[in-house]
């Protein structure tokens, strides 16, 4: 006999281990909730990647703006995005609303909005080059706005989901193996592209149907996140004036210190990779000849296979290891020594991409787990702010990941618009037109500029302390504060 979240007594005896189980002990997640959460970031990123990743290329190659407008003007809408995420998020901590529904608000109808927008970026609407970024800004503008909501409401949800970081730590696992599921999907668009030309679909009509599948379907797929319940003692915010709440949160260290390590860590894919296949790459295997797109599918599936399935044992090895924090440091000590060994071994012949492939996949496994620790560590900082404060910031604090990741993706945007528009870039030359500084460029940019970002990453994220102990005391304090408000309520 045992006691779920409602309070009911029941003797039913399904194993946790069962995806689709309903019960679970009071302050724990039941599976079927956690799987419909995960499947939801699953959709959620769906739509993100399919926008972080493709349109600036969209952009270049699609509607032919010259890459270092669109390296600033999609630089610009990120920093757009980074503005507006503290306020979106200052706007949720301060807002009243009923224990238990401080984010499901913005979980059930916000997605059908944000899915048409998305659809709508991946639209040639057969205008000028100026009528075209005028339209694409609103476009933006409009689909982020809705997009902070959403995002901060879902991301948030995980620190309000149960009151046991260890738990957390596995619902991060599995919302990060959901958002790996998306990257999943979307390494499919390099496939598909590479087999446009037999498909007999025009590259415009193509992005449009991504924009549709992955943006607007995405999106629909997100709306499972309403199945969630927040389960943490909710606490009445007190108002205060907007500039003050952000001042607090110098207070919290180990919150600065992870958000300074991500932006830090920009130069982690500022070029994507789509140039170095596209331009760069061609395997003939048995006398078949496989194009640059076609390959970089099989690079992406080969090199995340053992991340994948690694990813369903991250919370066993942060045990073993000694925390989540001790997961980051070594993802990304390994990172660059793979990604060095990888660069000097080249990838001109079929040889030397396997020997590159094994290096990387075995780099990736801790490198794929960065998120899941990542996401746990912030929750431990908003533990360890109500700690000190009294006051739970689940708003302003995913706010600020989101406005790093923002910042972060801005100075990505810009970077490449610069490197690109510096190589003398032009998609109209097509696939041997270009200069031989561009094609001299993409292997080093493709291999060793992550290898940097995880260099400048591990320099603000080593000066985290945030040991067991504090961890526990943390729990435990929190965990009678939170007791004693219930019994509070209660007389």
Known sequence: MRTTQSGQQTDKKTP???????YAEEGYVPN??????????????MAYLIVSQWLFYFCTDVLS?????VGFLTGFT??????????VGTLIDRRKCQP???LHPYLGKLPIFIGVLTALMFMDFGVTETAAIVILLCVYIAWDFTYSFQDVALWGMMSLISPHPHERSRVSQWLNIGVGAAWGLISLVPLIMGKREALGISEKLLFLCFGIVFGFGGEMLSILAYKTKERVTFTAPKQEPFFKQLAELRHNKMLLLLLLAQILNFLNGAIAPIYFFKYCVTLEISGKVYNGETVQFYYGIFTSVL?????????KLADKIGGMRNVVVIAQLMNIGCRLAAYFVGFDTLPQMIAVILIISISSVPVNMVGIAQRALLCDAIDYAEWRTGKRTEGISNSLQNLTNKLTDALKLITSGLVLGWLAYD????????????????????????ALGSLLYLIPFLCIRYTKAQKAQVEKDLQERHAQKNEEKEA
Do not use: C, H
């Not at 079927?32 to 990123?45: K, V």
């Not at 703006?65 to 407008?69: L, Q, V």
């Not at 990120?78 to 306020?87: F, G, L, M, Q, T």
């Open 16 to 22: 946790r281990w069962w995806i689709f189980s309903k």
């Open 78 to 87: 990120r920093i757009w995005d980074a503005v507006n995420d503290p306020v």
């Open 32 to 45: 079927r909730e956690l799987f419909a959460y995960a499947t939801a970031l699953t959709g959620q990123n």
């Open 427 to 450: 998609d109209t030359l097509g696939l041997t037109g270009q200069t031989q500084a561009f094609y001299d460029a993409q292997w080093p940019l493709f291999m060793l500029l992550p």
């Open 65 to 69: 703006i010259p890459a270092t407008k």
């Open 307 to 315: 991340s994948t399935v690694s990813m369903f044992f991250a919370v």
């Open 100 to 102: 238990g529904r401080k």
